[in-house]
């Protein structure tokens, strides 16, 4: 049963770094997809930027514990 203590009277909101994440990582394949069936080098370089700067945006591994 549900009562109305247990329904979150405000969406959660997400962290906006997290978003850019998202879509550096997905434009990152997007590149490597590009770069690997062209066979041209530049997307490739593109490609790893952008899974880096995903990676520093929403990595987990780069906040202190708590």
């Known amino acids: 049963m549900y009562n109305h203590s247990m ?3 405000e969406p959660r909101k997400r ?3 997290k978003r ?3 879509v550096f990582l ?3 394949i997007v590149f490597l997809a590009v770069g690997i069936s ?3 080098t530049a997307f490739t ?3 790893i930027a952008y899974v880096l700067i995903a990676l520093l ?3 987990r591994w ?3 514990r708590k």
């Open 7 to 9: 329904i979150d009277k």
């Open 15 to 17: 962290d906006p770094r």
């Open 20 to 22: 850019l994440s998202i």
């Open 26 to 28: 997905i434009l990152g």
């Open 38 to 40: 062209t066979d041209q």
């Open 45 to 47: 370089w593109i490609a």
């Open 57 to 59: 945006l929403g990595g």
């Open 62 to 64: 780069l906040r202190p």
